[in-house]
């Protein structure tokens, strides 16, 4: 073990150069320790290559990849010779054709970055949300990283600007002797609180809606197909609201995650409150069968809401602060009811 | 008559309910526990104003609406001297509070919005917090009840390093002339006695804090009293006990053994029934990094003093029942206080540091399941922390007042993680300057961690 560093005693006039301080001189014999002292930590720069050898090897579909950009190449160039042979042989008609031809090229390309581009900012987004729950719930706050700078991360990425009053109310409460548990303990109330609440006032009001729609839809193939639309749409803005864009790879991805999170993750939670469902469900459809294929699809959406919250949420919820179904489930029976109401006022 | 019967019942019906709290701030002398009370009281009287409790989540969600200090239950005990205190930090230039020389109490009510409407008992609560202030000197009396004489006599001798050996050598010599079975004359033994109180009061001033009785250091109303007239025997074992016990009662070892039941029973025991029986939170403040400057062997005994103390104490979980007749101490803190004294970035390991100090009672606490959590904590920060740029290096700094008044900017150096090898303390040992308070305005004291330690003590009640 290494020697703690002895104090060190500075004057007051600005930068203390070391030749005109004795004690900094003095404190130059110790340099070979402070090379091991705990502000240097680096020996867990070795992990990423331990992780990676643990992981899963990631699949890349070169394949795939090759086979898509030789087709948009080669047809970009197909396009481009008739469109030069057609130039110089006359033929128009041909040559509008190619033209066409190249316009649809140029709009599948874009379309193509603009995905894998959001495909990149959903994985960033998900680096971030690691790093934050690995330092900082952890509690083995790496030394390197400072929490304000993963906290500055966070607020750009939500797209919230210096001086919005969230971020500097954070920024007055924050103190520079705070550890990285109590820095996220104080971000998640300054800078995501409010989200959440705004999160959850979507997830009841989608869900809500879901659920009336699908009361007085009349055909099977209508309500899968609002069941679709509305979930696509809440998962879309609550992304949002956590600031992260979705385009459709990524959307996909998400959509798949939050499902593999309810099959899997929340299969006990399922036990517990799929009971509850039922007994409402079997409620309502005892008041009418409609009203309970409504509470039914609306539930469905509002877990899948509360989940999509959990998975985007970049920082996770503390255990008493998860948004539970419970509290969700009466006001989407509510909403329900008042439909049932008016409609048997008719 | 009646009104003591309706303040009591008063009380019985807030314990019923879950609405008072004892909070026991526990630690031997100069750990800080005046002012740790004084800053309490501070920042909840300025809670939801200018008192930053961004940590206390009844605070930080603006629910907490502050509290008052009320008229204590015991009106035959002097009231904790927060006023004073808060002169001495307002004086110019400003000092830490006096050290505090006898029992205090204070009773605040805090008033708090509920997380949820009650329905007929509206949105508003109170919470009544007992605290007691005494000198951390007395604290080590409580371990005394689980001894004897003769148990207690052999503990003190056998317990003493080299290092406190030498400040009990010149009262040994002087013990070593009488024999246990003589007759030693009134005046003699009082002699004896003051000088065994002298031992210890340079032990102490060397900064051992594992010294017994306590009221030796500071006698209070007893002073000149007989009961403080004993030592522990030198010389003696459990073997010896037979042939102790069958001489007569004028010898030496009768008499001072009279005097340690009596000590034990009139002096220990009350001290411990009135106050400190019924707790049901407890924090335990630890100066750490006045132990580390003191060296490994009073570090040790620190570590000692401490593990014998909290055996003192009920802990346990709670139930209505025990709530109500037998408190028990169902959540603690530990806190290494003056954490204002190193840099931010140290905090860390002066937590472990106290973790591994407090090793052992921790143990006992785990099988106990009662939850512990550790802190570094300054209840009234003296020094705001700097970055100094030296060497090409940014260097973390601190920038005070000492006690002198002179200003200064300091790297106070490492808390180690662990305790070093006593050859370090040769080698180069530790330094921790003593800071003078910040001058006191009208807004809250500044503080370090206060917040998070109240959320832990009673976040839970505040809902």
Not at chain 1, 23 to 35: C, D, E, I
Not at chain 1, 181 to 193: C, D, G, N, P, S
Request: net charge neutral; charged share 25%.
């Amino acid at each position: 073990m290494s020697d703690p560093r002895p104090g060190q005693r500075f004057t007051f006039d600005e930068p203390p150069t070391p030749a005109e301080d004795a004690s900094l001189q003095a404190a130059r014999a110790y340099l070979p320790t402070q090379a091991s002292d705990p502000y240097t930590a680096a020996d867990d720069h070795d992990s990423p290559a331990l992780d990676a050898a643990i992981k899963p090897p990631r699949k890349r579909r070169w394949g795939l990849m090759a086979v898509l950009g030789g087709t948009l190449g080669l047809g970009t160039i197909e396009a481009a010779q008739s469109l030069y042979i057609s130039t110089l042989g006359g033929d128009w008609l041909a040559g509008a054709w190619s033209l066409v031809g190249l316009l649809a090229v140029g709009l599948g390309a874009k379309a193509l970055c603009r995905e894998l581009w959001r495909l990149r900012k959903l994985r960033r987004h998900a680096r971030l949300r690691q790093q934050l729950d690995d330092e900082w719930v952890g509690g083995e706050a790496a030394t390197d990283s400072n929490p304000m700078t993963l906290a500055d991360e966070l607020r750009s990425q939500m797209g919230l600007s210096k001086d919005h009053p969230h971020w500097q109310s954070f920024l007055h409460a924050h103190q520079t002797h705070h550890t990285a548990q109590e820095t996220r303990e104080l971000i998640a109330h300054y800078l995501l609180h409010p989200r959440d609440q705004a999160a959850r006032r979507l997830v009841t009001r989608m869900s809500g809606e879901t659920a009336v729609m699908v009361a007085v839809s009349p055909l099977t193939l209508v309500d899968m197909a609002l069941m679709a639309w509305r979930n696509i749409a809440m998962l879309d803005r609550i992304a949002a609201l956590y600031g992260l864009q979705l385009g459709y790879a990524s959307r996909l991805r998400l959509f798949r995650e939050v499902l593999r999170n309810m099959a899997f993750a929340g299969a006990s939670e399922m036990v517990s409150d799929a009971g509850m469902d039922l007994l409402s469900m079997n409620l309502a459809a005892k008041l009418s069968t409609r009203a309970g294929q409504g509470l039914g699809a609306g539930l469905l959406t509002a877990r899948l809401g509360l989940r999509a919250m959990r998975t985007t949420r970049p920082v996770a919820f503390e255990r008493d602060e998860q948004p539970k179904l419970a509290d969700l489930r009466r006001e989407v029976w509510q909403q329900l009811r008042r439909l049932d109401d008016s409609a048997e006022k008719r | 008559m009646r009104r003591q019967l309706t303040h009591e019942f008063q009380n019985l019906i807030d314990r019923g309910r879950d609405r008072q709290l004892r909070l026991a701030v526990t630690g031997l002398s100069r750990a800080g526990k005046t002012a740790f009370l004084t800053s309490l009281v501070n920042q909840l009287r300025h809670a939801g104003i200018d008192a930053r409790l961004d940590l206390l989540k009844s605070a930080r969600e603006e629910r907490l609406l502050g509290a008052q200090r009320v008229s204590q239950p015991d009106l035959g005990i002097p009231r904790f001297p927060y006023d004073e205190a808060m002169t001495s930090l307002e004086a110019s230039p400003p000092q830490w509070p006096e050290p505090t020389r006898g029992i205090s109490e204070l009773r605040l009510q805090l008033r708090y919005k509920t997380r949820r409407a009650r329905g007929l008992l509206g949105d508003t609560a109170t919470l009544t917090l007992d605290l007691i202030d005494y000198p951390g000197e007395w604290l080590l009396d409580l371990p005394l009840l689980e001894h004897d004489f003769l148990s207690w006599s052999e503990a003190q001798l056998k317990g003493m390093g080299p290092a406190r050996q030498q400040y009990a050598q010149a009262w040994q010599d002087a013990v070593a002339k009488h024999s246990a079975d003589e007759t030693v004359e009134e005046s003699r033994l009082a002699e004896l006695a003051a000088h065994y109180a002298d031992s210890l009061r340079q032990a102490r001033e060397a900064g051992f804090s594992h010294l017994q009785p306590g009221r030796f250091l500071l006698p209070g109303e007893l002073q000149g009293a007989p009961v403080l007239q004993f030592f522990p025997l030198p010389g003696v074992g459990e073997d010896d006990r037979q042939a102790l016990e069958a001489l007569p009662a004028s010898s030496l070892y009768q008499v001072l053994k009279k005097r340690f039941r009596f000590y034990q029973q009139h002096v220990v025991k009350p001290f411990y029934r009135e106050y400190f029986r019924r707790f049901d939170r407890q924090i335990v403040l630890v100066d750490v990094l006045g132990a580390l400057n003191a060296g490994p062997e009073r570090f040790e005994d620190l570590s000692q003093a401490l593990a014998t103390l909290m055996r003192s104490f009920n802990y346990g979980k709670r139930s209505l029942m025990n709530r109500l007749f037998s408190p028990r101490i169902d959540r603690l803190a530990i806190a290494a206080t003056k954490a204002d004294h190193v840099t931010p970035d140290q905090h860390a390991n002066l937590v472990t540091l106290l973790e591994s100090l407090l090793a052992e009672p921790i143990k006992d606490l785990r099988f106990a399941n009662v939850p512990v959590r550790a802190f570094s904590l300054a209840s009234i920060r003296a020094t705001e922390p700097r970055e100094v740029e030296s060497d090409g290096k940014r260097q973390a700094a601190l920038r005070g007042h000492g006690l002198d008044g002179e200003p200064l900017l300091v790297y106070p150096g490492d808390v180690p993680a662990k305790l070093p090898e006593p050859e370090f303390w040769r080698r180069q040992g530790f330094a921790f300057t003593p800071f003078r308070p910040a001058p006191a305005g009208p807004e809250a004291l500044p503080h370090i961690r206060m917040d998070a330690a109240l959320e832990w003590l009673m976040g839970d009640k505040l809902r």
